[in-house]
């Protein structure tokens, strides 16, 4: 685990991968409720009035909430550019 990560997740992002958006809700329900879960927890973490160790963790798990969105919108970045380059392809070919 590198500084950063350890920093800013509290754990890899290899794990945040494989516990969050490989796990039975994101398959399920998709990565979208996973987010809304770890904010929710995050939330409610932070009414029942946080320790500093506690603000820590959300901090943490408010940044994992933030790398999953952002593989979301990477993946739909690639997926939307594949889509471009068939149509073009398919477009040559006609």
């Known amino acids: 685990m590198t500084e950063f990560e350890t ?3 509290g ?6 991968r ?3 958006m490989e796990s039975l809700t994101a398959k ?6 996973v ?12 009414a029942m009035g946080a320790g500093p160790r506690a603000v820590e963790h959300v901090r943490q798990q408010m940044n994992v909430a933030k ?3 952002s593989e979301m919108m990477d993946d ?4 939307n550019n594949a889509k471009k380059v068939h149509h073009v392809k398919v477009k040559e070919s006609v």
Do not use: N, P
Request: hydrophobic share 40%; aromatic share 10%; net charge negative.
């Open 7 to 9: 920093k800013c997740y």
């Open 67 to 69: 790398f999953i969105l």
């Open 11 to 16: 754990m890899t992002e290899g794990q945040i």
């Open 28 to 33: 399920f329900s998709g990565q979208e409720m």
């Open 35 to 46: 987010v809304m879960g770890i904010l929710s927890d995050c939330q409610e973490m932070l």
């Open 18 to 20: 494989t516990q969050y």
């Open 76 to 79: 739909r970045h690639l997926a």
